[in-house]
């Protein structure tokens, strides 16, 4: 399927930023996988990490998270459910560029789902949030790391899934995928596929949890 291996490419070796007039793929990616605890909030936490040390003004972004907490957001003096691993960002890293909305523009606590159904929340209005906060931190930073929520899939039920998020930002994807051969390729096969319906081109793919003994293997039947 000539999927690529993601390696220093995707965080060049260019000592500067992006120019402000830059492509919006040039400026962010999104960073999803085949599976929940494939390792997709550890690589966003490198990807962050490797930028904000080249002296880089970053962003973080949840567009749609799943897992809430309730934070208290200073710029619109209230407190606010968001998306569990936001927190988690800002806490670690308090430079990142935006406030909490931003970064969880739409977070589902639970029963979220069945009001959408029930029409008592529009799906336009979610994505035209999604696409005003992303907006606002792609203006604001030099880059955008923007993580996915489960599986590419996660979300179809309401048409708001990763490959539909991921077109309306106009973003290029990373997937991360658990180690090895069979199982492995298969789930990318399916996440692949959901990406092409929606016409967002994947970056890259990151194996990840390989076991050193099967490093080389992998690297062999990956290419």
């Given at each position: ?80 459910e968001l998306d569990r691993?936001?927190?988690?960002f800002k806490f670690m ?131």
């Amino acid at each position: 399927m000539g999927y690529q291996s993601v390696d220093h490419t995707l965080l060049s070796a260019a000592a500067r930023p992006p120019s402000a007039g830059a492509d919006v793929k040039r400026k962010a990616v999104m960073v999803a996988a085949t599976g929940q605890h494939h390792g997709k909030t550890t690589v966003t936490l490198g990807m962050v990490q490797a930028l904000l040390s080249r002296g880089w003004k970053v962003a973080y972004q949840k567009p749609v998270g799943q897992q809430t907490v309730p934070v208290f957001d200073e710029t619109l003096g209230k407190e606010l459910e968001l998306d569990r691993d936001v927190d988690i960002f800002k806490f670690m890293w308090p430079e990142l560029v935006g406030s909490y909305s931003d970064s969880s523009p739409v977070a589902f606590p639970p029963g979220f789902t069945r009001m959408v159904l029930d029409g008592k929340v529009h799906v336009r209005d979610l994505v035209s949030d999604c696409k005003t906060s992303f907006q606002r931190l792609l203006q604001a930073s030099d880059y955008v790391v923007v993580e996915g929520t489960g599986h590419v899939g996660v979300g179809s039920i309401i048409d708001l899934n990763n490959a539909q998020v991921a077109a309306e930002l106009g973003l290029d994807v990373v997937l991360v995928v658990p180690g090895g051969i069979g199982v492995s390729f298969d789930v990318l096969a399916t996440n692949y596929a959901l990406l092409k319906e929606h016409g967002v081109a994947l970056k890259g793919v990151i194996l990840n949890k390989v076991e050193p003994s099967k490093m080389e293997q992998n690297r062999v039947y990956y290419q």
